[in-house]
T-cell receptor
Framework: ETGVTQTPRHLVMGMTNKKSLKCEQHLGHNAMYWYKQSAKKPLELMFVYSLEERVENNSVPSRFSPECPNSSHLFLHLHTLQPEDSALYLC?????????????FGPGTRLTVL | AQSVAQPEDQVNVAEGNPLTVKCTYSVSGNPYLFWYVQYPNRGLQFLLKYITGDNLVKGSYGFEAEFNKSQTSFHLKKPSALVSDSALYFCAVSQGGTASKLTFGTGTRLQVTL
């Protein structure tokens, strides 16, 4: 799991707070991803970045704002979240060569919104 | 639109017995299929993938999966289960583009008992 790291591992925030999740990959990959994992639901792809350009935004509410300053780092900025946003947020990376790429996941950030 | 179905929420098997975790898919064009495993409080770990070629794919930790195009299935198998295999298993299918975009199933919990 040292290939993709995520901080913090746990986060508790109020609905009016602003916080950021950080992801870093040490694999030399060109694509990075944010997923949301909620109980009893399939993993939901939120954002995809390829070569630091956003290529996918799956109808995610604007209270989630991604940032990819370079191919090794990905952030998810959070503001005015709702309790239903509580979930495990997973970051992944892949070589960026196409459809058959294997994605490698970080350990996730467990987010609780009060 | 592509989709993946994992019809069993949980599979129970005794240690030493063979295990099968089922997955069926729906996709236009050639499928790229993946299996991941998730241990408690951890991210997803890649097990194996099917791109093309042999229908039997071998992966990590003694797991293998059989691709069956006529039945649109990609079942995960292991000849002899271990207690340490107990975890949550996800099947996924990838769609096209410059970066892979995985659609996941809902997951199957594997419980291996002594």
């Amino acid at each position: 799991e040292t290939g993709v790291t995520q901080t913090p591992r746990h986060l508790v925030m109020g609905m009016t707070n602003k916080k950021s999740l950080k992801c870093e990959q040490h694999l030399g990959h060109n694509a990075m991803y944010w997923y949301k994992q909620s109980a009893k639901k399939p993993l939901e792809l939120m954002f995809v970045y390829s070569l630091e350009e956003r290529v996918e935004n799956n109808s995610v509410p604007s209270r989630f704002s991604p940032e990819c300053p370079n191919s090794s780092h990905l952030f998810l900025h959070l503001h005015t979240l709702q309790p239903e946003d509580s979930a495990l947020y997973l970051c992944a990376s892949s070589p960026g060569q196409g459809t058959s790429d294997t994605q490698y996941f970080g350990p996730g950030t467990r987010l609780t919104v009060l | 639109a592509q989709s993946v179905a994992q019809p069993e929420d949980q599979v129970n098997v005794a240690e030493g017995n063979p295990l099968t975790v089922k997955c069926t898919y729906s996709v236009s064009g050639n499928p790229y299929l993946f299996w991941y495993v998730q241990y408690p409080n951890r991210g997803l770990q890649f097990l194996l993938k099917y791109i093309t070629g042999d229908n039997l794919v071998k992966g990590s930790y003694g797991f293998e999966a059989e691709f069956n195009k006529s039945q649109t299935s990609f079942h995960l198998k292991k000849p002899s289960a271990l207690v340490s295999d107990s975890a949550l298993y996800f099947c996924a299918v990838s769609q096209g583009g410059t970066a892979s975009k995985l659609t996941f199933g809902t997951g199957t919990r594997l419980q291996v008992t002594l």
